[in-house]
T-cell receptor
Framework: DAGVTQSPTHLIKTRGQQVTLRCSPK?????VSWYQQALGQGPQFIFQ???????QRGNFPDRFSGHQFPNYSSELNVNALLLGDSALYLC????????????FGAGTRLSVL | AQSVTQLGSHVSVSEGALVLLRCNYS??????LFWYVQYPNQGLQLLLK??????LVKGINGFEAEFKKSETSFHLTKPSAHMSDAAEYFC????????????FGAGTILRVKS
């Protein structure tokens, strides 16, 4: 049973570029959440997708957008990259109604130069 | 708004000694509380969770945590530290009423000395 998988594992971009990160949830899960973990900090909630719609959003600008596909996989898009967007981006999946147990992937390390 | 405070960004213990990692939370509704562990260059692994059942929660790898409402605390303990416990530990809170967004503390790095 595959867990949460994320791709790519590492990514280097320059300021102003756009990036897309991908996430496949754990088998049987229907909800995907995205978190940003800056160096030395705890993860910060970006947004959550359920039934292909954004259900909840954290305090992140509109440059951060997402999508969920019918197979429950998800993408995180970041436009107009800033140096401060450099972080580990974590995807977590869960099953709606299962008391908030979220399973995390290994993350995508984004470096913005 | 919910928040989590982890006291001590770094904790160092000797192998075989008691591990105590502190977590205090703030929540306007009964919270769901979690401890996650993160090994270098890896994602987060769930250690244990409190979801309004027993106040003493047992998790994986010999860890446990006790929910104390009066102290708004959810401290993580392990009776005897092992070298493999060296990692970063995160406490998180969720407000079940509004979905399962997790709010994390800043983390505590645990060092185990031989």
């Amino acid at each position: 049973d595959a867990g949460v998988t994320q791709s790519p594992t590492h990514l280097i971009k320059t300021r102003g570029q756009q990036v897309t990160l991908r996430c496949s949830p754990k088998s049987g899960h229907d909800t995907v959440s995205w978190y940003q973990q800056a160096l030395g900090q705890g993860p910060q909630f970006i947004f959550q997708y359920y039934e292909e719609e954004e259900r909840q959003r954290g305090n992140f600008p509109d440059r951060f957008s997402g999508h969920q596909f019918p197979n429950y996989s998800s993408e995180l898009n970041v436009n107009a990259l800033l140096l401060g967007d450099s972080a580990l981006y974590l995807c977590a999946s869960s099953l709606a109604g299962t008391r908030n147990i979220q399973y995390f992937g290994a993350g995508t390390r984004l470096s913005v130069l | 708004a919910q928040s989590v405070t982890q006291l001590g960004s770094h904790v160092s213990v000797s192998e075989g000694a008691l591990v105590l990692l502190r977590c205090n939370y703030s929540s306007s509704v009964p919270p769901y509380l979690f401890w996650y562990v993160q090994y270098p260059n890896q994602g987060l692994q769930l250690l244990l969770k409190y979801t309004s059942a027993a106040t003493l929660v047992k998790g994986i790898n010999g860890f446990e945590a006790e929910f104390k409402k009066s102290e708004t605390s959810f401290h993580l303990t392990k009776p005897s530290a092992h070298m493999s416990d060296a990692a970063e530990y995160f406490c998180a809170v969720s407000d079940a009423e509004y979905g399962n967004k997790l709010v994390f503390g800043a983390g505590t790095i645990l060092r185990v000395k031989s």
